[in-house]
């Protein structure tokens, strides 16, 4: 049974008081806490198992390559993808969407292309493509965002195209929290030959994810806002593509061959197997180990009931932050149709005063335009404060934020 | 000599349409750079000992009790440096 006061206990940090308030962690679209199972395995690998992986005969490098490559196998299964070779363990979201767009972008996107970004997505999938269409001269649509946050799909399949190559989506805005039909983008374009790059830091985390029923090309997520260390990401992408895609990044762990012809005096070389290919230099293989545990360790909570947890809470907390006469929530009102996050605003008082306002009582938010400032334009907000919750929050720790916002609305 | 950097930790520029600069006091210096700060800026309003919101020369800012400062409308970090020399030192 799902209890988040259970889980608590597994999360020293939480443990912790911050200007003498007990810590309450509403920042968790930013990143996650980590629970002592994943602080364990990190610690773990380093005092016994730490080595580089792969091609070394040794005892410790056998040892490292193999939960290297469990760690794939893991994080495959959690989202049904075909097996590891579909699993690309990178820095994180933006590596994993630069990689896409660098090794399949540039050899593929020419002058006349389509690259269809919808409005609300987070710099990290808008930026590489508009750096690229500078250099391969593609073109860029747009979509928009209805005002209540939510994708304009009529306009998206008004816009997709024979001229789309690839339709760049979020499957959950991270400002807004607004869960997108991927499986309905995905259909539409591959109705015109078009491929999916879908951002998943926002989904993967916080509901079940099945790429094969999704039918997405690509999908990328950060190991840091799931539980997991810093610095581990992940690009699923459908093998046949892989197989395609020339490397992003040269050197070390890409290549099986790197061979000298004296003749031409150039160097022949042969790539590695997916997802190697696309692992260049010497990977993340205690952040790969942390994943890991992070992803076992969602698996037992279950991602329905991750899922089901997190909506109950921003329901709970959209209703009592109406409370707040001044408070004015944006995106939908309708929680099921998000995640747990909830951005808003408090009339008279900048986005940055009322996160100040809120760490003075050891509530962690952010503030800003959390790299969603074309959105943020769209909306006509100068900036936004925004909570986003976890496994680990709970209905107290809610009303503990409106008795503070409700102090805040007195100032 | 004494400097802006012995009080301040760290200075944070936001992000959104208010360029707003926070200033984090360093841990054991927050309680003396309040006081310096309480001492020579106006109070226009405060909420008991946790938040006063300040003017000094045309500048408008809120102090919080953790050792937080938020500064607006200012041009740039240049004229931040200045109104925290005046301030602190």
């Known amino acids: ?141 747009y979509v928009d965002v209805n005002d209540d946050g939510t994708l304009n799909y009529e306009a998206f399949e008004d816009i997709v195209s024979n001229k789309t190559k690839i339709v760049c989506v979020s499957h959950v805005s991270n400002f807004s929290g607004v869960i997108n039909d991927v499986k309905r983008v995905a259909r539409v374009a591959h109705e015109h030959g078009a491929l999916t790059i879908i ?54 762990e890409m290549i099986r061959e790197v061979s000298f012809d004296t003749v031409t005096r150039r160097c022949s070389i042969t790539w590695n197997d997916l997802p190697w290919k696309f692992e260049a230099g010497t990977p993340d293989v205690c952040g790969g180990v942390g994943l890991m545990e992070a992803v076992k360790y969602l698996r037992r909570i279950g ?19 109406l409370e707040c006469q001044k408070v004015r929530i944006y995106g939908p009102k309708d929680a099921s ?22 760490d003075n009582y050891g509530i962690m938010t952010r503030s800003g335009f959390h790299c969603a400032q074309p959105l943020h334009e769209m909306f006509k907000l100068k900036s936004s404060a925004r909570v986003s919750f976890y496994v680990y929050n709970t209905r107290e720790e809610v009303d503990r934020f409106i008795e503070v916002l409700k102090e805040i609305e007195r100032v | ?14 992000c959104g349409e208010e360029r707003d600069f926070i200033i984090i006091f360093k841990y054991d210096k927050k309680e003396e750079a309040i006081k310096k700060i309480l001492k020579k800026a106006k109070i226009e ?21 953790t050792g937080k400062a938020i500064f607006r409308n200012l041009k740039d970090r240049g004229e931040l440096q200045r109104v925290l020399i005046d301030l602190l030192l």
Request: net charge negative; aromatic share 10%.
């Open chain 1, 1 to 141: 049974m799902f209890d988040p006061y259970k889980i608590r206990e597994d999360f020293p940090i939480l443990k912790r008081r911050i200007n003498n308030h007990p810590l309450i962690y509403f920042d968790n679209a930013a990143t996650s806490q980590k629970p002592k199972q994943v602080i364990e395995a990190v610690k773990n690998f380093y005092e016994n198992h730490n080595a580089n992986v792969h091609r070394a005969v040794h005892t410790l490098s056998q040892e490292a390559s193999e939960l290297y490559e469990k760690a794939h196998e893991e994080v495959a299964s959690f989202i049904n993808a075909n097996g590891m070779e579909e699993i690309v363990f990178l820095r994180g979201t933006t590596e994993a969407i630069n990689l896409v767009a660098y090794a399949w972008g540039l050899r593929n996107l020419k002058k006349g292309d389509e690259v269809v970004v919808s409005l609300m997505e987070h710099h990290s999938n808008m930026v590489p493509w508009e750096i690229l269409s500078k250099i391969s001269e593609f073109n860029i649509e």
């Open chain 1, 199 to 252: 951002d998943g830091a926002q989904s993967v985390p916080h509901l079940p994810v099945n790429v094969r029923d999704l039918d997405v090309d690509f999908l990328a997520f950060s190991g840091h806002k799931m539980l997991g260390p810093t610095g581990i990401g992940v690009l699923f992408g459908k093998r046949e593509i892989l197989e395609e895609m020339e490397p992003f990044q040269g050197g070390g």
């Open chain 1, 303 to 321: 991602m329905e009931n991750v899922k089901a947890h997190e909506c109950g809470l921003t329901e709970y907390a959209m209703q009592r932050m």
């Open chain 1, 337 to 358: 149709v998000k995640c747990g996050i909830i951005p808003f605003n408090v009339e008279g008082l900048s986005s940055h005063d009322v996160a100040l306002f809120l």
């Open chain 2, 1 to 14: 000599m004494a400097s802006v950097e012995d009080y301040v930790a760290r200075i944070e520029e936001t």
């Open chain 2, 45 to 65: 309003k405060s909420i008991s000992t946790i938040i006063f919101e300040l003017t000094f020369k045309n500048v408008s800012f809120r102090l919080y009790g």
